[in-house]
C-alpha cells in the first residue's frame, strides 16, 4: 500500500492494559477490524524488544487478512523486524527525518503535533500525516502538562497550517463516540479543510463490545463526509434552501416560521443571566415556545433528549459544570446550542469561560453586540462598557463572515443594523427600535428569540440526522428570530400610551404574540450579500 492510499478514517490505537475482562487482545482487535477500523497502531510502552516484535507480528498477521495496514507507535527497529507499514513518531523520538533515512521508501510515517510549530515541522521534514492533539482530555495518555490539550481551536489552527500540503491529518485524544459529531464538525480551518480521521483508544478497547463501538464510529465519520462539503459552517444546508437567501425567499421563510413555533412549541431550555430570567420566559411563551430554566449539571442529559433549542448566556456564569453539561448533551442529542456570550470582553473570567465552552461543545448560533462579537474575533476596534457596547464595526459584514468561518456557526452581529452570516452569505436586517437597546436585557431576549426559531426548525426539518450535528437552516431561523423581534419592537413603540422604557417591555411582549406572517412579510427589510 503507497502511503497515499491510506485510509485514515478510523485509526486504532492499541492499548492491551484496556482490554475489558476476559478479552483477548486479537479477539478484540478481529472485532474491531469487523466494524471498520481502517489503520492500526500498535503502542506497547510496557513490553520488552521480544515481546513488542512478537506482538506487532501477531497483529500484521490478522491485519493482511482484512487488508489494513499497521503502524508501530515510537520504534522503528520494532517497525522494521516485524516488516509493519510504518511508524508513528512522538516529539521526543527519533526525528522524522533519520526515520526515513532506516525506514523503506514505501514506508508510512506520522507524527504527534500538539503546536503550530510541530505541523509546520512535520509538513518540512516529509510527514504523511500528522495526528493533532489531545483534543480532548484522556486517561490513557499523560497530558497535564500544559498546552498537552489543544482543543478544537488548537486543532483548527493547525489545520490550517496543512492546507496545500498534500499531509493528512487526524484527530486524538478523548475522541469517542460520544463527541465524535462535534470534533469533525469543530476541527476544520477556517476555510473549511477537514479531518482525514479520528485517532481512537479507549472508546473500542475498553468495550466489550468492539466490533459494535467501532462500526459506530465509523458510520457517523462516513455519514459525516457524505455531507461535509455543504456550506463553509459545515451544517447540512440543500440547494432548495440556498435559493431562498434572497430578500423575498428570506422575508417569505421568517413569516411561514411565526407560524411553524406557534404549531410545534418547541421546548427552549435557558442557562442564563438571572437578570432577565422573567423577560427570556415571557418572550418564549409569547412567541409560541415553551420555556424551562434549569442549570444543575445532573438535569442536562434528560433535558437534551427533548426536541428544541438551548440558549447559553453567560451575562452570569453561576453553573459552568452545567453550561458544559448540556451544550455537549445537546450536541449528541443533535439540538442547536445558541451561545450568547455577555460581555465576554470585561474580564479575564469571561474570555477563559467562554473559551472552555466553545471547546466542549458546538454553538449552531453565536450571538452578541459589536463589543462582544469584536472580543471572540481577537479586534480592538470596539470598546465595551461592562455588557454594554460603544460603537460598532466600519466593516461588519467582513466581521461577522469571518467568525463564522472560524466558529463553523451562524453569527449575529446586534445592533441598530443587524448582522447575520453563515461564513458566506451575509444578511442585514434593520428593522426595530432604539428603546429595544435600553430596556434591560435587549439582547438577550434576542437570544431567546433565535433559540426558539432555531429549536422549531430543528424539529420539523426533514430527513434523517445521521451525520448531522443539527438539521435544518439554522440562518434562515436566526433570521426569522431576528425579524420577529424588531418588527415587534417596531410595533411596540408606535403603541398608543408607551411613552419609554417601563411601557415598551409589556407591549413588545404583547406585540410578539400578535406578531402575523403578514406583518412580518409586510415590514422586513432585508439585504443579501453572498461571497
Avoid at 57 to 75: M, Q
Avoid at 344 to 359: E, I, M, N, S
Avoid at 488 to 502: F, K, N
Wanted: contains cysteine.
Amino acid at each position: 500500500m503507497k502511503q497515499h492510499d491510506i485510509d485514515l478514517s478510523l485509526y486504532l490505537v492499541t492499548g492491551r492494559n484496556l482490554l475489558p475482562h476476559g478479552k483477548s487482545y486479537l479477539t478484540s482487535l478481529e472485532e474491531a477490524l469487523r466494524g471498520g477500523v481502517t489503520v492500526v497502531q500498535v503502542r506497547e510502552k510496557g513490553a520488552d524488544t521480544a515481546e513488542f516484535v512478537e506482538i506487532a507480528k501477531e497483529t500484521i498477521a490478522l491485519c493482511s487478512r482484512y487488508n489494513i495496514p499497521v503502524l508501530i507507535n515510537d520504534r522503528i527497529d520494532i517497525a522494521l523486524a516485524s516488516g509493519a507499514a510504518g511508524v508513528h513518531l512522538g516529539q521526543t523520538d527519533m526525528p522524522l527525518v533519520l526515520a526515513r533515512q532506516l525506514l523503506p521508501p514505501s514506508a508510512i510515517v506520522g507524527v504527534s503535533c500538539t503546536t503550530l510549530e510541530h505541523a509546520r515541522k512535520a509538513v518540512e521534514d516529509g510527514a504523511d500525516y500528522v495526528g493533532l492533539g489531545a483534543v480532548y482530555a484522556t486517561s490513557t495518555k499523560d497530558v497535564s502538562a500544559p498546552g498537552r490539550v489543544c482543543g478544537i481551536a488548537g486543532t483548527c489552527a493547525m489545520l490550517s497550517v496543512l492546507e496545500g500540503t498534500g499531509v493528512k491529518a487526524v484527530a486524538i485524544g478523548g475522541i469517542k463516540s460520544t463527541n465524535l459529531l462535534r470534533t469533525l464538525h469543530g476541527c476544520a480551518s477556517p476555510t473549511g479543510h477537514a479531518l482525514d480521521g479520528v485517532a481512537v483508544v479507549s472508546d473500542i478497547m475498553t468495550s466489550p463490545e468492539p466490533e459494535t463501538a467501532a462500526r459506530r464510529l465509523a458510520q457517523t465519520f462516513r455519514a459525516w463526509m457524505a455531507l461535509a462539503s455543504h456550506g463553509p459552517t459545515g451544517f447540512l444546508v440543500t440547494s432548495e434552501q440556498l435559493a431562498q437567501y434572497t430578500q423575498e425567499g428570506i422575508s417569505a421563510a421568517a413569516a411561514a416560521l411565526v407560524d411553524t413555533v406557534r404549531r410545534v412549541r418547541p421546548l427552549v431550555h435557558h442557562i442564563t443571566n438571572n437578570v432577565v430570567k422573567t423577560q427570556s420566559a415571557n418572550v418564549t411563551l409569547a412567541l409560541g415556545g415553551s420555556p424551562i430554566m434549569a442549570e444543575a449539571e445532573a438535569e442536562q442529559a434528560d433535558l437534551a433528549r427533548a426536541p428544541g433549542g438551548l440558549l447559553i448566556n453567560i451575562g452570569t456564569v453561576d453553573a459552568l459544570d452545567g453550561m458544559l453539561a448540556a451544550g455537549r448533551h445537546a450536541n449528541q442529542n443533535g439540538k442547536p446550542v445558541v451561545f450568547d456570550p455577555v460581555g465576554v470582553g470585561a474580564t479575564a473570567f469571561r474570555r477563559a469561560t467562554a473559551a472552555k465552552l466553545l471547546d466542549t461543545w458546538q454553538p449552531a448560533v453565536i450571538k452578541g453586540n459589536a463589543a462582544e462579537i469584536g472580543a471572540l474575533a481577537d479586534l480592538n476596534e470596539v470598546k465595551s462598557q461592562g455588557v454594554d457596547s460603544l460603537g460598532g464595526f466600519k466593516d461588519a459584514p467582513d466581521v461577522v463572515r469571518s467568525l463564522a468561518r472560524k466558529h463553523r456557526c451562524i453569527v449575529v452581529l446586534s445592533g441598530p443594523t443587524d448582522y447575520l452570516s453563515d461564513g458566506s452569505t451575509v444578511i442585514r436586517l434593520s428593522n426595530g427600535h432604539e428603546l429595544l437597546g435600553q430596556i434591560t436585557g435587549g439582547g438577550c431576549i434576542l437570544g431567546t428569540a433565535i433559540a426558539t426559531f432555531c429549536g422549531a426548525t430543528s424539529m420539523t426539518a426533514p430527513g434523517t440526522s445521521e451525520g448531522v450535528l443539527v438539521k435544518g437552516d439554522m440562518l434562515l431561523a436566526t433570521a426569522a428570530a431576528t425579524l420577529a423581534l424588531t418588527i415587534a419592537a417596531q410595533h411596540a413603540a408606535s403603541r398608543e400610551g408607551v411613552r419609554g422604557q417601563g411601557t415598551f417591555l409589556p407591549a413588545l411582549i404583547d406585540e410578539l404574540a400578535m406578531l402575523t406572517p403578514e406583518a412580518v412579510l409586510r415590514t422586513a427589510r432585508i439585504e443579501v450579500e453572498t461571497d
